[in-house]
């Protein structure tokens, strides 16, 4: 029940920070899909902490929420969200166990698969071959945000561990 | 971070150069194609200054030749995705303006491209 919780707590932060990120465009929008990421600190964390199968419950919650509050149930954004929340919690979890990456590493790792996912999706949803000019940019960037989250998500972790797992 | 990040960004910016320096290799378009919805509504020669106006779902759309360059000078739209865009020239390079359901195409036609 704790656990529970906790999960339902760390699904509103996320919806939370989704919100907030929105409202905080970088470059002005001149790069469609450039964002910080915020949201991916509470799945990273969801991995490190909880499991793979509350990392899955959370991220789909939140595209639902995030998509009735904001984008739109079903609308192209929703699915973008969802392609990309779905193979970025694939590609951390495997780079988790797999390779002998830090937190931060992991955190980059999601934000490419969550550019990727959404590029892929954009290409087979819209028929728009040409988006791929972006990925390059959006490969770019990743790895500063990757880097921020990761550092966050970092901090958290111990934050946690020190005092949360006391109670 | 540990020695295994670094080693991803690195394997990452490499990715990312090779995928610019292919950019890079792009034929520049001569001519645009203008779609709405999947219907070929104009074709623009882009060597002519002009600027055009279509009809999209939320009203006019302007779009603007210069210089062998297109981009979307006006639109009603919420985020004005198309016109922050800006210019393009390559082959292959799109600007789609989703609320409006126009598309501008640049076409890989290979039948003209020899500028001279």
């Known amino acids: 029940m704790k656990k529970f919780t906790r999960l339902s707590m760390l699904l509103a932060l996320s919806v939370a920070l989704n919100v907030i990120e929105a409202s905080l465009p970088l470059f002005n929008g001149y790069i469609p899909g450039l964002k910080l990421g915020l949201a991916n600190i509470v799945t990273l964390f969801i991995i490190y902490k909880f499991n793979l199968k509350d990392a899955f419950y959370v991220g789909i919650l939140r595209v639902f929420l995030v998509g009735i509050l904001r984008t739109g149930l079903f609308s192209t954004t929703f699915f973008f969200s969802l392609s990309g929340v779905l193979l970025s919690i694939v590609a951390m979890y495997l780079s988790k166990n797999l390779f002998k990456l830090s937190i931060i590493g992991v955190s980059i790792v999601g934000s490419i698969a969550h550019s990727t996912g959404q590029v892929i999706t954009s290409i087979l949803l819209l028929q728009m071959s040409s988006m791929i000019y972006y990925l390059p940019w959006l490969l770019l960037f990743s790895i500063p945000t990757g880097i921020l989250v990761g550092i966050i998500c970092k901090q958290l972790v111990k934050f946690y561990d020190e005092v949360l797992s006391f109670e | ?116």
């Open chain 2, 1 to 116: 971070m540990n020695k295994n990040d670094i080693k991803l960004i690195i394997i990452v910016l490499l990715i990312t150069i090779s995928l610019f320096s292919l950019s890079l290799f792009q034929k520049k378009a001569s001519i645009a194609n203008v779609y709405y919805a999947n219907d070929l509504i104009l074709e623009i020669d882009l060597s002519i200054n002009k600027t055009y106006e279509v009809e999209g779902d939320n009203g006019k759309v302007v779009i603007e030749v210069l210089d062998n360059q297109i981009r979307v000078v006006e639109e009603n739209s919420p985020y004005h995705l198309c016109s922050k865009q800006g210019f393009i020239s390559n082959s292959g390079q799109s600007i789609i303006c989703l609320p409006n359901k126009i598309i501008i195409e640049l076409p890989n036609n290979e039948l003209d491209t020899e500028v001279s």
